[in-house]
């Protein structure tokens, strides 16, 4: 169930009740706007030819609905016509308005195609469909890994790149010249 129609189930669920006196702890939960649990989420853009799936514990959504936090999550993005790309972590928040989704929390992805890669910390640009971190990061494969700090990860594109302090081991025997 989408948050915006949980959100618009309760309001019109509650809006049929009888008024009743709040305490000061339910005052203090309605400046937070809607909690939820297990929630799955999907966020479809034609325009930007993507889109990504939520599944998350649990959900805090704003009074005015346009952020999201959320706790033990699992991400799929999934960029049209190429590989999806996984991820799961501890907590995140996305910005409507901004298109802006902020991974954190012993971050693990996987693409489709394979390839395993960790980092503490990753931002998602819907609107134009690149991952990046400035930390620490690990990206594996069959024969190889590759640590370094930094990634760009272009999901349209599948142009990746770790931007500095790079090392790469292979794997299994001596490299082809």
């Not at 799955?40 to 936090?69: I, M, N, R």
């Not at 706790?71 to 995140?92: A, D, I, S, Y």
């Not at 989704?101 to 469909?129: C, P, R, S």
């Amino acid at each position: 169930m989408s948050l915006l129609f949980a959100a618009v189930m309760l309001y019109l669920f509650q809006a049929h009740k009888e008024p009743t006196a709040q305490t000061a702890a339910q005052d203090k939960k309605s400046e937070e706007g809607l909690r939820l649990n297990d929630i799955h989420y999907v966020q479809d853009d034609p325009v930007h030819k993507g889109k990504w799936v939520l599944d998350a514990s649990e959900a805090k959504l704003s009074k005015d609905q346009q952020f999201v936090t959320f706790v033990n999550f699992h991400v799929t993005l999934e960029p049209e016509n190429r590989p999806r790309v996984t991820m799961e972590g501890k907590q995140g928040e996305y910005d409507k308005r901004t298109g802006r989704l902020v991974l954190q929390g012993d971050l693990k992805g996987e693409t489709e195609d394979g390839y395993h890669f960790t980092t503490e910390e990753a931002v998602y640009h819907h609107k134009e469909g690149y991952l990046e971190t400035d930390k620490a990061v690990k990206i594996s494969g069959d024969f190889f890994s590759v640590e370094g700090k930094g990634l760009f990860l272009d999901v349209g594109k599948e142009k990746l790149q770790i931007l500095s302090n790079v090392t790469t081991l292979i794997h299994g025997g001596p490299p082809v010249l």
